[in-house]
């Protein structure tokens, strides 16, 4: 599946001599393993051994991605530098290793280790050691050169806020009780019990030779996670989990969607926020003529995607597979007498909300309905005061790691 996608990212259409000014990219981590593992597999040594661990097929596809953004972006219309420069770029994931390893593996593929942009010269050589020595040392220094590390991979900064606080990337586990009051009433209502109720029945008798009790809908959905995860690794079961199984477990994933993203509007309203709103902020810095950051990058989740999308009027009630992708390109107009933004999730354009009103819009919505259209969907306000816990939420000081406290244009954005 990832790899159909990855090879329909290549085939992107061109645009005339629209101006390419900004490009914000949020995708969701690649493959991994399941978050509860069970002993359900043939051989014991082919199960997974580290819940949540990005596996290689989830490495592999968005170092594919990095690779494919480094050919749109830094190659046929470029906008950032081949080697790493801290002005024009903003790296951002969720606070879970499954993202930044993610995001880790697309910069692998962004930055090619051909551009060596940490090199050392012969002065610095003899000085870039540490204040003590060690053997072996001498010949390490030999053997590397001028490169400052290894094969001239250095990966660039990584912005991550604790998930308890990330409203932008994880509005799921942020302290939000307003959020978490919304989405505990949904997960116990009739509706969602009635949604799900053949799924589990259909689950239950899959497992009923392996179990002895009926599952609840909370532990059929960790069992479907498992067995679709070991269904992409080709791990072979001890059950018999066919397509028709597969299918069904699909369905049951789907229907966490109701809880955390659709089944109330103030859930994407108040998930997609952050995002969306530093979005426009970060487009109308470009404009203005106020930033240099030309590309963003940032991992997070199935529902973040979810929530952004739902957020733009973009309704969708399927979780995004494992690495999909959404686009987001700030143009000039041909004539230069105006701004566009051109929206792709998983390459594919797609309109939504008062954009969809304009001619042409999956070529792109003119930046001022694009802008209207998050503004009069999105709720007003501060969200640390929406969410219902101000004077806690404000509490920040552990949030931003070491680095991000260095960007001075993202905190004078929270005030």
Request: glycine share 6%; charged share 25%; aromatic share 12%.
């Amino acid at each position: 599946m990832f790899i159909s996608f990855i090879v329909s990212l290549v085939g992107i259409l061109a645009l005339s001599n629209a101006e390419l000014l900004f490009v914000s990219e949020i995708s969701r981590h690649g493959i991994r393993a399941p978050g509860i593992i069970y002993d359900l597999a043939k051989d014991p040594s082919e199960n997974f051994q580290i819940p949540y661990k990005l596996s290689p097929s989830g490495q592999r596809q968005h170092y594919l991605i990095g690779a494919e953004i480094r050919r749109r972006y830094m190659e046929n219309e470029p906008i950032i530098s081949k080697k790493y420069n801290n002005t024009e770029v903003f790296f951002r994931s969720s606070n879970s290793r499954r993202t930044l390893e993610s995001l880790e593996s697309q910069l692998i593929g962004l930055y090619s280790p051909e551009d060596c942009y940490e090199t050392l010269n012969d002065f610095q050589q003899n000085k870039a050691i540490p204040p003590f020595e060690f053997e072996g040392m001498d010949e390490i220094i030999e053997e590397e050169g001028s490169s400052a590390l290894p094969s001239c991979h250095s990966l660039p900064p990584i912005f991550s806020r604790n998930r308890y606080y990330d409203f932008k990337l994880s509005m799921f586990t942020a302290i939000c009780p307003v959020y978490k009051l919304i989405n505990d009433d949904l997960k116990d209502s009739r509706k969602l019990k009635v949604i799900q109720q053949p799924y589990v029945e259909h689950l239950n008798k899959l497992l009923k030779p392996i179990i002895n009790e009926s599952l609840t809908p909370a532990e059929a959905l960790t069992y479907c996670k498992y067995l679709m995860n070991a269904r992409i690794h080709n791990i072979e079961l001890v059950l018999n989990y066919t397509s028709e199984d597969n299918a069904q477990c699909l369905e049951l994933i789907d229907t966490q969607l109701f809880y955390e993203v659709w089944g109330n509007n103030i859930l994407w309203k108040l998930g997609s926020k952050r995002f969306l709103e530093h979005l426009l902020y970060s487009m109308e810095e470009i404009l203005k003529g106020k930033s240099e950051e030309r590309l963003h990058i940032n991992v997070g989740h199935d529902m973040t995607l979810a929530l952004v999308l739902n957020g733009l009027g973009y309704q969708i009630r399927t979780q995004p597979p494992f690495g999909s992708t959404l686009f987001f390109e700030l143009r000039s107009k041909d004539d230069k007498s105006g701004y566009y933004v051109r929206t792709l999730y998983n390459d594919e354009p797609i309109t939504f909300g008062q954009c969809e009103e304009q001619e042409g819009s999956l070529e792109g919505c003119s930046f001022e309905v694009f802008k209207k259209n998050i503004e009069d969907r999105m709720i007003k306000g501060n969200i640390y005061e929406i969410c219902g816990d101000d004077e806690q939420l404000k509490k920040i000081e552990d949030i931003f790691s070491h680095y991000e406290l260095l960007e001075t244009s993202e905190l004078e954005f929270l005030k």
